[in-house]
Nanobody
Framework: QVQLVESGGGLVQAGGSLRLSCAAS????????MGWFRQAPGKEREFVVG????????YYADSVKGRFTISRDNAKNTVYLQMNSLKLEDTAVYYC?????????????????WGQGTQVTVSS
């Protein structure tokens, strides 16, 4: 089992940047595919970006391609989300998630563990 704790959210102006971190407990972090999802008020949770176990492959939602970058440091049990050129529509609670079996999945049902979420608010 793995526990995930996100940090780094906050309030930022449109066009600005934030870096989210997700720290995982346990010694099996490198065996999990990691992803970031987000949920805006009144909307369903949506996939943002994922990264494979080694970090060699990443996959992005079209809405964030070219602006967001995911990375991971398996030695530190941490996955990062660098968010640049933030837009008002990026405002949401961002969740870190870990999948034991599915690689490349954009479906939240394929992720086994979730963090508590961190709020990102983009203002005009």
């Amino acid at each position: 089992q793995v526990q995930l704790v996100e940090s780094g959210g906050g309030l930022v102006q449109a066009g600005g940047s934030l870096r989210l971190s997700c720290a995982a407990s346990g010694r099996t972090f490198s065996t999990y595919v990691m992803g970031w999802f987000r949920q805006a008020p009144g909307k369903e949770r949506e996939f943002v970006v994922g990264i494979t176990r080694s970090g060699s492959n990443t996959y992005y939602a079209d809405s964030v391609k070219g602006r967001f970058t995911i990375s991971r440091d398996n030695a530190k049990n941490t996955v990062y989300l660098q968010m640049n050129s933030l837009k008002l529509e990026d405002t949401a609670v961002y969740y870190c998630a870990a999948a034991k079996y599915y690689s490349g999945s954009i479906y939240s049902s394929n992720y086994d563990y979730w963090g508590q979420g961190t709020q990102v608010t983009v203002s005009s």
